[in-house]
């Protein structure tokens, strides 16, 4: 139950990804984002969402109800290296969301667009490295250290928090 959860906002998180890693290919390199293109404001909307998603309440569910589980059957070392790649994630999104956010409302500079591919690029590379660890560290193998019953209370848990995310 938890892990299906986890595992498709993993997969909402790679689209965004790789929406982006396309848009920072070929000629949309050379191209800053245009808030009034329709594909550029749905990219950017769907970066701000994924941010507040990512770097709120699904690390926040990890660090405070999942990796202490995990601790507790000998996962620490795993866990603290989890934690601290959500902590730079945090800030690069914290980077990109800002520019992304400026872009929404105003033309953006050649200078902010450079920043903004190489932090994207930074973000791309360490996020996905980071999703791939967990889908196959730990998303894959919750069936080992959760029964049915504890999977649908973290689940629950998981829903809560959802529901109570700040907009």
């Given amino acids: 139950m938890i892990d299906r959860l986890l595992h498709e906002e993993h997969l909402q998180t790679l689209a965004t990804l ?16 245009d808030r009034s293109a329709p594909a550029d404001r749905t990219l950017i909307d769907s970066l701000l969402a994924m941010f507040e998603r990512e770097t709120g ?12 589980r995990l601790d507790d059957c000998g996962f620490g070392q795993i866990t603290a290296m989890l934690a601290g ?38 973000l791309i590379d360490t996020a996905m490295f980071h999703i791939q660890k967990e889908e196959m ?3 894959s193998r919750l069936g080992m250290f959760l029964d049915a019953d504890d999977s649908e209370r973290l689940a629950v848990a998981y829903q809560k928090l959802e529901a109570t995310a700040p907009a």
């Avoid at 309440?57 to 202490?68: A, T």
């Avoid at 730079?88 to 929404?104: H, M, V």
Wanted: net charge neutral; charged share 25%; proline share 3%.
């Fill in 18 to 33: 790789n929406a982006l890693e396309s848009r920072l290919a070929g000629s949309g390199a050379k191209r800053p984002l």
């Fill in 57 to 68: 309440r699904h690390f926040r569910f990890e660090e405070e109800h999942l990796f202490p």
């Fill in 85 to 122: 790649e959500h902590e730079t994630l945090r800030q690069l999104a914290a980077s990109l969301g800002r520019l992304a956010g400026t872009a929404g409302r105003e033309d953006m500079s050649a200078a902010a667009w450079s920043t903004f591919r190489s932090t994207a690029t930074e």
């Fill in 137 to 139: 560290g730990i998303i």
